[in-house]
């Protein structure tokens, strides 16, 4: 991860309590419709867009086989992003301080930061049928190594709840290995959220709910009109 400001940080809480506020209400497709999805991104990004959407389409119609289990598409939908898409802000890819890119944007640019990685994920699993009720938003302090030293970071990432109890494992950006929550001493949770609202931690305490807020919602009509 990059140095974040104290101004990214406000950028991304606030990208935190709207994008819950979504989860509250936004339901998924039933059906992608390929054919539109890949019109939309070949026009808009053009033969290398095109060629990472195919591979992405690939990934998903593997990871819906009968014979594919929820830890298989997790693993299949993590080592795709992570090997298919590169790191980078909001500033470098968009030319704006917070933008929140939908999946189909993240593929055509070949880039996103840790939100957009997570918000990827979400999406291309609630695509291959795992429960948005398994599936958290995790906002933590993440301990980072730059230049010779140990620095915390503002990040996010995906937790699956295999049962409401169970431990979670972790889709990170960061790595494509999936370990338990546990495993994860670089990773301190603040807070976490989902359709059902917001999470000390990821335990099930402290839970509250969201203000609407209407950039959020520009981004689930455009993850609609995407085909999603």
Same mark, same amino acid.
């Given at each position: 991860?990059?140095?974040?400001?104290?101004?990214?940080?406000?950028?991304?809480?606030?990208?935190?309590?709207?994008?819950?506020?979504?989860?509250?209400?936004?339901?998924?497709?039933?059906?992608?419709?390929?054919?539109?999805?890949?019109?939309?991104?070949?026009?808009?990004?053009?033969?290398?867009?095109?060629?990472?959407?195919?591979?992405?389409?690939?990934?998903?119609?593997?990871? @819906?086989?009968?014979? /594919?289990?929820?830890?298989?598409?997790?693993?299949?939908?993590?080592?795709? #992003? $992570? *090997?298919?898409?590169? =790191?980078?802000?909001?500033?470098?890819?968009?030319?704006?301080?917070?933008?929140?890119?939908?999946?189909?944007?993240?593929?055509?640019?070949?880039?996103?930061?840790?939100?957009?990685?997570?918000?990827?994920?979400?999406?291309?699993?609630?695509?291959?049928?795992?429960?948005?009720?398994?599936?958290?938003?995790?906002?933590?302090?993440?301990?980072?190594?730059?230049?010779?030293?140990?620095?915390?970071?503002?990040?996010?990432?995906?937790?699956?709840?295999?049962?409401?109890?169970?431990?979670?494992?972790?889709?990170?950006?960061?790595? @494509?290995?999936?370990? /338990?929550?546990?495993?994860?001493?670089?990773?301190?949770?603040?807070?976490? #959220? $989902? *359709?059902?609202?917001? =999470?000390?931690?990821?335990?099930?305490?402290?839970?509250?709910?969201?203000?609407?807020?209407?950039?959020?919602?520009?981004?689930?009509?455009?993850?609609?009109?995407?085909?999603?």
């Amino acid at each position: 991860m990059r140095p974040v400001s104290l101004r990214a940080a406000s950028s991304r809480a606030r990208f935190f309590s709207v994008l819950l506020a979504g989860l509250l209400t936004w339901q998924p497709g039933c059906a992608l419709d390929y054919p539109a999805m890949a019109e939309a991104i070949t026009q808009r990004w053009g033969p290398a867009g095109a060629d990472r959407f195919k591979g992405w389409q690939s990934m998903v119609q593997a990871g @819906s086989r009968p014979d /594919s289990s929820e830890l298989d598409r997790l693993a299949l939908v993590n080592a795709f #992003f $992570n *090997k298919t898409i590169r =790191f980078g802000t909001d500033l470098e890819i968009w030319q704006q301080e917070d933008y929140w890119a939908t999946p189909l944007e993240t593929l055509g640019r070949g880039a996103g930061d840790c939100e957009d990685f997570a918000i990827a994920k979400y999406f291309s699993l609630l695509a291959l049928g795992v429960p948005d009720t398994k599936l958290r938003f995790v906002y933590v302090r993440a301990l980072v190594q730059q230049d010779r030293a140990l620095r915390v970071e503002p990040h996010m990432v995906l937790a699956y709840y295999k049962t409401a109890t169970a431990e979670p494992l972790v889709l990170d950006n960061l790595t @494509s290995i999936i370990g /338990s929550a546990s495993q994860r001493s670089d990773l301190t949770p603040v807070y976490s #959220f $989902n *359709k059902e609202g917001y =999470f000390q931690g990821v335990l099930r305490t402290a839970m509250s709910r969201g203000t609407r807020l209407s950039r959020w919602e520009d981004l689930l009509v455009r993850v609609t009109n995407e085909g999603f």
